[in-house]
């Protein structure tokens, strides 16, 4: 028990006494916070694009430039409405759509509903507009390629600034536009896409101007919205109506099904990478000769599922840290107190556990037993391909199950044992009768211990070199390099 | 069976061990007595490391037994013993010390107690200034040296060294000389194996040599030099026939060398194992030839192993 100990504490502290252990840890709510932020920096950091517009009716010009203004006040809108829903609540929200229903800009809208005015305008100023209209230099092509070009800028009462595109727009709303959208950006038509909006509703009010019917009646029917309410007959009576609440743990189970295959996947690899050093160093004859195979075995699939350990928590610390990040400091309408409760279920942990700690065997096992016959990464990777297909199977069911858990091809693919540790942990939540868990974790059990008992074989000869990785070639069809 | 105290460190009886049908070691026997230093010599591909494994139960034997201080190996009895495979590596990431005090852990010493010894050792054996550097930056003599404490720091009993002087500078092998002799002083039983002859000329108090898988030669060394044929040099006047001169020993053979570096011409004598020089010298003086340089040649225990080796090749 000992020396399992000390094996395990050795391959433990290899990876976590290291520099690069935390450095790599770190870097999980770096790319998390960078997931959040890079995007917010692009936008800011976007310029505000000049655009002039060629058409022979004026109206036409005002029509784009009225679209793209009503599309940045919904934007202004949509963030001013989630801030005063942070900070007030649901009745200050409330007050905010009334205000809004009545006609107030989003920026009066939310200081009416009790948002301090500079919290207010900085939180307008965070959305920018993306584009602005400035009065053509020149009404021709040839005249304006120089601007398009970048040789000349045009003279503003802001400065000079590029052109970034020039719309000539020709015809009518009755007869139809046509547009030529030209720019030298050629990887953003995103102004090409808004104006082509904006032209045609312009056009679809003209055709229903001609039969005769209002737009105005017509955009307040697409308005017109049932209300509705998700109810769920399984919650007690008066209370039925589904909140986030109740969606959280099928979201938690998809999610700590990827975590799982993340988690696995990574370790699977380390015990890989470990197996192969120690071979590669010719370290195993003399561990051999001071403990048993199996305490070996054990002691290093012990040490990196430490490892793990140590990942996933710093991995839900670090998550439920985003997540409170992203409550208090950017706002957001979910409470928290949910989310941390159903994280922290023993309802999601204890089986999360479990399926861990078989499909960690399972596949720790299978890549210390291929480590174990291979001097380098190299001769691993021939052999490592075939099993990483067999790995993303499951994770493309988990893609496919966060929208379809009661999915018949789901409960089929739950029963495979290589998929079960992922699939059964998303399906829990949708509460599978008893029987199928007993009798799909007992399956998974029985393969574990089959492949424990092949591994401990095939580690014993590719330990002491009466196997490499000549031998597997062999035995699997196809594979000759 | 003898698994008392006076039990002898290891014994092999009639194993034979075999991979894919092809033997590896056919019916070995033999028993290593308790302070000695036993040489376990062989050519490549002898079957030695096949035999140290199997000793320490890091391989089953098809057939026959192993005793480790008088009964099978285990992990309790492992604990007496040192061993440096042949295939040696560390971990490469680990300091000097850290290495040494987890193997002396895993041999069940103490935390302190190993610390003091990896210490201790790496002072004795002048890498203290590098006990804490990581293995990663050490020279493949360093690092060998290393290994080797790292397997002797639990005290054992039994220290089975497989090809300890291979990778070895000479000046290191010499340390390592001065290592094995330190530890059979210290009361320890050391096996190891080589195919360096020199070595275990000068440290065994017997061997045995190996040769596919069987024994070809058990005993002392003394003894194996006797197995080794007697050569004699001598350079006389060119018109003396040393081949009729000494045709009368029994077993001799003489045949002409070529010139001499500085007068008349240089002879070899070959003479059968065991035989004395003396006859050839008595030759020359019974004729009154002359004599200008008579050099028997020093019987070397490479020469007993290879004419011992190619004894059992040849077909009787």
């Known amino acids: 028990m000992n020396r399992l100990f000390l094996i395990a504490r050795r391959e433990y502290l290899s990876y976590v006494a290291t520099w690069g252990f935390w450095i790599s840890l770190a870097t999980v709510p770096l790319f998390m916070a960078a997931g959040f932020i890079v995007p917010q920096l692009f936008e800011r950091s976007t310029p505000e694009r000049a655009y002039v517009v060629i058409a022979d009716d004026p109206a036409v010009g005002t029509a784009i430039e009225d679209y793209l203004d009503a599309e940045y006040a919904d934007e202004v809108d949509a963030v001013l409405g989630a801030m005063v829903s942070a900070q007030g609540g649901d009745a200050a929200g409330d007050a905010y759509d009334a205000a809004r229903e009545n006609g107030a800009a989003p920026l009066d809208a939310a200081m009416e509903a009790g948002l301090a005015p500079e919290a207010a305008q900085a939180a307008a100023d965070q959305t920018r507009r993306n584009y602005v209209r400035v009065e053509a230099p020149e009404r021709t092509v040839e005249g304006l390629r120089s601007y398009l070009a970048g040789a000349r800028q045009l003279d503003t009462p802001e400065g000079p600034r590029d052109l970034h595109a020039a719309l000539f727009v020709e015809g009518d709303a009755q007869a139809g536009y046509s547009l030529d959208y030209w720019s030298a950006n050629l990887s953003n038509q995103d102004l090409m896409d808004e104006a082509r909006r904006a032209l045609g509703a312009d056009m679809a009010d003209a055709y229903l101007r001609d039969a005769g019917v209002d737009p105005a009646v017509v955009a307040e029917a697409e308005d017109r919205r049932p209300e509705t309410r998700a109810l769920s007959p399984e919650k007690t009576e008066g209370a039925e109506e589904v909140t986030f609440e109740d969606r959280l743990p099928y979201l938690l189970g998809v999610g700590a099904g990827f975590v799982l295959w993340s988690i696995l996947f990574s370790v699977a690899n380390m015990l890989l990478t470990s197996t192969i050093e120690e071979k590669g160093n010719k370290i195993l004859d003399s561990l051999l000769a001071s403990a048993r195979l199996t305490e070996i075995l054990a002691g290093k699939l012990l040490g990196v599922a430490g490892v793990s350990f140590t990942l996933l928590a710093a991995w839900i610390i670090a998550g439920l840290g985003f997540v409170t990040v992203v409550q208090f400091v950017v706002g957001g309408d979910e409470p928290l107190a949910p989310i941390f409760g159903a994280v922290l279920d023993p309802g999601l942990l204890l089986p999360f556990a479990f399926y861990f700690v078989v499909g960690y065997l399972m596949y720790g096992a299978v890549f210390m037993a291929i480590g174990s016959l291979c001097e380098t990464i190299q001769e691993a990777q021939t052999f490592m391909s075939p099993l990483i297909i067999i790995l993303m199977i499951p994770l493309a069911f988990l893609v496919f199950a966060a929208q379809n858990l009661d999915s018949s091809l789901l409960a089929i693919a739950s029963w495979i044992p290589p998929f079960t540790p992922f699939l059964m942990i998303a399906r829990l939540p949708t509460d599978p009768p008893l029987w199928e868990i007993v009798a799909t974790s007992a399956l998974m059990l029985g393969t574990m211990l089959a492949i424990l008992l092949a591994a401990s074989a095939v580690f014993r000869m590719g330990a002491l070199g009466q196997a490499g990785i000549g031998n597997l070639r062999r035995l699997v069809p196809g594979m000759k390099s | ?316």
């Open chain 2, 1 to 316: 069976m003898n698994n008392g105290p006076d039990a002898p460190p290891l014994s092999l009886e009639a194993v034979s061990k075999s991979f894919s049908g092809k033997p590896a070691v056919r019916d070995l026997s033999f028993t290593v007595r308790q302070g000695e230093i036993f040489g376990f010599l062989g050519p490549n591909g002898a079957g030695k490391t096949t035999s140290l494994r199997t000793a320490l139960g890091i391989m089953t034997p098809d057939q026959g037994n192993v005793m480790l201080f008088g009964a099978p190996p285990s992990q309790k009895n492992l604990r007496r013993v040192g061993f440096l495979p042949e295939e040696r590596g560390l971990y490469k990431k680990m300091t000097a010390e850290a290495v040494i005090v987890f193997f002396a852990r895993l041999k069940g010493m103490g935390r302190g107690e190993a610390l003091k010894k990896a210490r201790a050792l790496l002072d004795q054996y002048g890498l203290g200034d590098v006990a804490q550097k990581k293995l990663k930056t050490f020279s493949k003599g360093m690092a060998q040296k290393v290994q080797i404490l790292a397997a002797i720091a639990h005290d054992p009993e039994l220290v089975i060294l497989d090809e300890p002087f291979s990778g070895l500078d000479p000046v290191n092998q010499r340390t390592l000389e001065s290592l094995v002799r330190g530890l059979a002083d210290g009361g320890a039983t050391v096996i190891f194996s080589t195919h360096v002859m020199e070595h275990a000329e000068r440290l065994c108090d017997r061997i045995l040599l190996l040769s596919k898988g069987r024994t070809v030669f058990e005993g002392a060394v003394s003894a194996a030099l006797d197995a080794a044929p007697r050569r004699v040099f001598v350079e006389t006047d060119a018109d003396v026939d040393v081949a009729a001169l000494t045709a009368a020993i029994p077993g001799a053979s003489a045949a002409r060398e070529g010139e001499a570096e500085t007068e008349g011409v240089r002879w070899r004598v070959d003479l059968p194992e065991g035989a004395s020089t003396q006859p050839v010298l008595h030759a020359f003086v019974d004729k009154g030839a002359p004599l200008r340089m008579f050099e028997p040649m020093r019987t070397h225990l490479h020469d007993a192993f290879v004419e011992l080796v190619e004894r059992e090749d040849r077909p009787s």
